[in-house]
């Protein structure tokens, strides 16, 4: 069962009659012209991508093999000697 709510909304004077020469030239309705745009606007909000993290590497050879196995904690404290703290 599909249901239906009315509900008001305010827009300015100008979009509104030009909603309304688009709905006469395609020959529907306002609702029906409204319907479509909030699914379209819906439709395209959920295929956004989702977020990617940049690849933001530094040049390099990565982990050095003194450092294999250490901890993140140990790493972390190396990364940071010498600069304050």
């Known amino acids: 069962m599909v249901s239906h709510m009315k509900t008001t909304v305010q827009i300015p004077d100008s979009l509104f009659k030009e909603a309304r020469n688009v ?5 529907t309705t306002m609702k029906a012209l ?42 972390r404290d190396i990364s940071y000697e010498g600069r304050g703290g």
């Open 34 to 75: 409204i319907e479509t745009g909030l699914r379209r606007v819906i439709s395209e909000h959920s295929q956004r991508e989702r977020f990617k993290l940049r690849k933001a590497t530094f040049k390099g050879k990565g982990l050095q093999p003194h450092l294999a196995g250490v901890s993140w904690d140990q790493l």
């Open 23 to 27: 709905a006469r030239q395609k020959h």
